[in-house]
């Protein structure tokens, strides 16, 4: 099993900048793809970002691409997302994602992941 907790989101104006934590437990961190997803009010989860485990390649909704950077630190089992220029639209609530021991599918699709925090909320006025 494994445990994902989110911080780091709060209210800014547009064009500041929020960096984004998910801390992970229970399972060994560094095996498995992990990513971030986010749902605005009355639209469906989206894809934001993703790093793989091998090469730590990453992958970006292109909504996002060019202000939106994801890492990890596999010493504190910690995924980040640096999120640059921000706009109205990137309001939603953010959550951590991590797929399973048996993941298959897209590495930008919902049914991928087995694990998920809670969401952290991330407001940007306008």
């Known amino acids: 099993q494994v445990q994902l907790v989110e911080s780091g989101g709060g209210l800014v104006q547009a064009g500041g900048s929020l960096r984004l934590s998910c801390a992970a437990s229970?399972?060994?961190?560094?095996?498995?793809?992990m990513a971030w997803f986010r749902q605005a009010p009355g639209k469906e989860r989206e894809f934001v970002a993703a790093?793989?485990?091998?090469?730590?390649?990453?992958y970006y909704a292109d909504s996002v691409k060019a202000r939106f950077t994801i890492s990890r630190d596999n010493a504190k089992n910690t995924v980040y997302l640096q999120m640059n220029s921000l706009k109205p639209e990137d309001t939603a609530v953010y959550y951590c994602a991590a797929d399973g021991e048996y993941a298959s599918g897209s590495i930008y699709s919902i049914p991928r992941y087995d694990y998920w925090g809670q969401g952290t909320q991330v407001t940007v006025s306008s």
């Open positions: 229970g399972r060994t961190f560094s095996s498995y793809v």
């Open positions: 790093i793989s485990v091998r090469l730590w390649s990453t």
